[in-house]
């Protein structure tokens, strides 16, 4: 079958380089892509090209950015290589973005994932020019099939002026039928329930509508998602995993939380894979999973049997992992839900369901405070992404990392955080190599000797004790004690120093 099923939309196709010619300087144009998962492949090459050569000629030609969460090199990277991007958001990876942002000559407008559709429907950003969207194919009635990610592909095609396709023959046809594309949602005051009571709910549509008339241009593309290879999993994240699950079977062994969990949410990275990894040799079994892409540790753990579905807004998958998925297709969409990421992330969802998350962090305070995205206070990493969605809604919210970073220069547990995305409100419990700190149900200040304790480097643990003792003895009241003259003192003995370690 062709992939153009509509004889209309298949008369629209063209070469890259004529479709990126569509979008103009200062067009908004948002694009698919979610964690290295189905973004345009060609039109953003071929524009940073046309961007390029017009920079090179003296005139001005920038565009707004909009995504689902991060791209890839193709996207993000050759875009702002050429400075072709007046504002990005939302999440983000990518080196040479991550550059221009922290040396100020890129805007970026970092939000929880789950607000990114209801704020733009609100027209904080502006009007949306151009939908750049890659999917597996158009069907006859010229309905799309999704491919590897939804992200914000169902509100993109609904708003923006005109849309481009691209069709990428790399994707499994057989995708068709394992997404859920629901269409209920609306600003207040007309918002409704959102009518999902368990993980593994269908509540929407297979594919994507768009509007035929707004399709400027449809591409074919033949490439690979990102994909990027794992790092075997290591000592650290295998001893964080331990400590994480450890607490899991304590919860169900108190009466907490059933046998086979509650919905699990993981981050990207190398402990979440650690810990998905762990869950295979562990004892529970005929889990859910309502999180936020879907990993390597995952798809096994759908072949275990150990997870019974899954449900996200999109993959991050290795090649070989994502060649099984391809090839596999029709058995996975048994399996998985692939929804957009206002329903993935739903904070209304996500409560009603009791998840427990894990997610990575920069640093934690001691009283429990954590940043996911600032470097020493000033410094982008990726952006918050979906954690601040679901450590604030989620039964259990933990985070975790390695107890230092740079060889042992930087203590992850400091005094105070240098910039805070999630709250101690929010923050369940803190996890490192050397142990797991529950802090439901304490004060701050038993939580500062439970934290630095359990969590931090034993390198650092008498320096935080120390500021712990000389805070209570300085600060005028007692509740959260600080020396508001040292708190940050780490972090600026780091920039001027390049340790921490006094
Ligand atoms: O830098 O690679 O240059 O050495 O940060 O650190 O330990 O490999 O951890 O890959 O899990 O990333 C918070 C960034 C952690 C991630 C963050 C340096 C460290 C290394 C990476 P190098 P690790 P991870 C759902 C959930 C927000 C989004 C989110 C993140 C690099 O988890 O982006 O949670 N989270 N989404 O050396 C200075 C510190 C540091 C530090 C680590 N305290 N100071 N540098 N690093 N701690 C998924 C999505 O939303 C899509």
Known sequence: MDRIAHPGLRAKEMSAEDAAALIRPGHNVGMSGFTGAAYPKAVPVALAKQIGAAHAAGQDFRIGVWTGASTAP???????????????MPYQSDPETRKRINEGSMNY??????????????????????????VAGIDEHGDLIPASSVGNNKTWLDIADQVILEVNEWHSLELLGMHDIY?????????VPIPMTHPADRIGQTTLRVDPEKVVAVVRTNAPDRNSTLKPVDDISKQIAGHF??????????????????PLQSGVGNIANAVLAGLDSGPFRNIYAYTEVIQDGMVDLLDSGTVAKASATAFSLSPPAAERMNERAAEYREKIILRPQEISNHPEVIRRLGV???????????????????????????????????????????FVSPST?????????????SHVDHTEHDVSAIATEWGLADLRGLSPKKRAKKIIDTCAHPDFRPALHEYFEWAQKVSKAQHTPHDLSKALGWHQRFLDEGTMHS
């Not at 699950?245 to 509650?262: A, D, S, T, W």
């Not at 962090?361 to 995205?373: F, L, Q, W």
Request: some cysteine; glycine content about 12%; charged content about 20%.
């Open 356 to 398: 427990i998350a894990c997610n990575g962090m920069v640093e934690a305070d001691i009283y429990g405070n954590v940043n996911s995205t600032h470097v020493m206070g000033t410094r982008i990493m990726n952006g918050i992404g979906g954690s601040g969605d679901f450590a604030r809604n989620s039964l259990i919210s933990c």
């Open 245 to 262: 699950l450890e607490f899991l079977e304590h919860q169900v062994k108190v009466g907490r939380i059933p046998k086979n969990l509650l």
């Open 183 to 191: 269409y209920g949602t609306e600003l207040p005051p007309n918002r």
């Open 405 to 417: 970073a740079k060889g042992g220069d930087i203590s992850v547990i400091v005094p105070m955080a």
């Open 74 to 88: 193709e996207l993000d990277g050759e875009l702002a290589l050429v400075d072709g991007v007046d504002l990005r």
């Open 109 to 134: 407008c970092d939000i929880h994932l789950s607000h990114v559709a209801p704020t733009v429907w609100q027209g904080f950003f502006g009007r949306l020019d151009t939908a750049v969207v890659e």
